[in-house]
């Protein structure tokens, strides 16, 4: 028989960024990888609202101000679920770097393989 826990495991994102560095029961593991992943969210809202800048303004400035609130209600949301599926990358990209300086007695978090630049001036060989 499978009985759950009395106190099931608390996630990251469940829990407001400003209780987040406070809160003992997430790893610092995790803390990290939520933070990286809320700082790419709010950072695919900047773009979508940008990309999104209608070009032609409604005539009645009701209309303009139901139009805005939807348009940043999408924005939110898409930036949200983009973020979560974890398709953009940032976050992963930004976790490893900050858990190199922030959790330097763990191992980094895995991620795939990046190549590193070659110096300026000179070519990689292959």
Request: hydrophobic share 40%.
């Amino acid at each position: 028989m499978n009985i759950p826990p009395l106190h099931p495991k608390i996630q990251a994102a469940d829990v407001p960024l400003e209780q987040l560095a406070g809160n003992q029961k997430i790893s610092d593991s995790d803390k990290v990888a939520e933070v990286s992943r809320q700082f790419e969210a709010v950072l695919l809202r900047q773009i979508l609202q940008a990309a999104r800048k209608s070009t032609v303004a409604s005539s009645s400035s009701a209309d303009a101000m139901t139009s805005g609130i939807y348009d940043d209600m999408i924005n939110n949301q898409l930036a949200e679920s983009i973020s979560r599926s974890g398709s953009f990358g940032l976050a992963k990209s930004l976790q490893s770097q900050l858990a190199h300086q922030v959790l330097p007695n763990l191992e980094a978090v895995p991620s795939s393989p990046a190549r590193t630049p070659a110096p300026l001036g000179k070519t990689s060989s292959k």
